[in-house]
């Protein structure tokens, strides 16, 4: 009998990354710990270190890919509600968010406020109110990785199937997971879903009527 931290059957390592039998890497997720030193890796004090964090958190905890990310409006934002409506671009959509992660947004808010950038601008644009690029995210994950000690891979696709494993650990179903991270349909749920062990099936089985908290890093 298999032990929980044991790979199932069907499993094998190569280069000390989980992967299939047909050679797939399987999905790399962080840890809570690691999302939060991620997020306690930016400034808490300057302007770009807060919107970092706040970009982070929408990452992570709203499940959104670099491109939909970078085309929220500030309008987009319901914190009444705990929804983000992502108005803009082919697929539009709407992710629940928890009150903790709204509060981390709302100081970038209200920083952006203060500097008097454009309720126009992208939410998270640069200072002078200039959309940020895609290359200077992926950029900035690696390099906040590194300076918070993390040694795995950290990157956006990383923060969104980190937030699979967790909603799947909490007992949610597949369609709920599906909705959250905008996916066209369950087989790709599904396949962020594969690289759960049997040590996350426990807590999946442990957690499965938690309801979901709010998070701060």
């Not at 920083?111 to 200077?136: D, H, N």
């Not at 909490?170 to 369609?175: H, L, N, W």
């Amino acid at each position: 009998m298999s032990q929980p931290g044991d790979m199932p059957s069907g499993w094998r390592s190569a280069g000390g990354q989980k992967r299939d039998l047909v050679g797939h890497a399987l999905p790399e997720v962080l840890t809570r710990a690691e999302v939060s030193s991620l997020v306690e890796a930016c400034s808490s004090r300057s302007s770009t270190g807060i919107r970092n964090r706040a970009l982070i958190t929408v990452l992570y905890r709203g499940g959104f890919r670099v491109s939909e990310a970078l085309q929220l409006r500030e309008s987009d934002l319901d914190p009444v509600g705990g929804l983000i409506r992502r108005s803009h671009g082919a697929r539009p959509r709407m992710v629940g968010l928890d009150p903790g992660s709204f509060g981390i947004i709302d100081e970038w808010v209200e920083r952006r406020r203060k500097l008097g950038l454009s309720p126009e601008a992208p939410l998270f644009c640069t200072l002078q109110a200039a959309p940020v690029s895609t290359s200077y995210v992926r950029a900035l994950l690696t390099r906040l990785g590194r300076r918070a000690g993390i040694r795995k891979r950290v990157s956006a696709e990383i923060l969104r199937r980190t937030l699979a494993a967790e909603l799947a650990r909490e007992g949610y179903p597949v369609s709920v997971i599906q909705a959250q991270l905008g996916h066209a349909n369950a087989a790709t749920t599904s396949r962020y879903l594969a690289g759960l062990g049997p040590r996350d099936a426990l807590d999946a089985a442990a957690e499965a009527m938690q309801r979901r908290s709010d998070w701060r890093p």
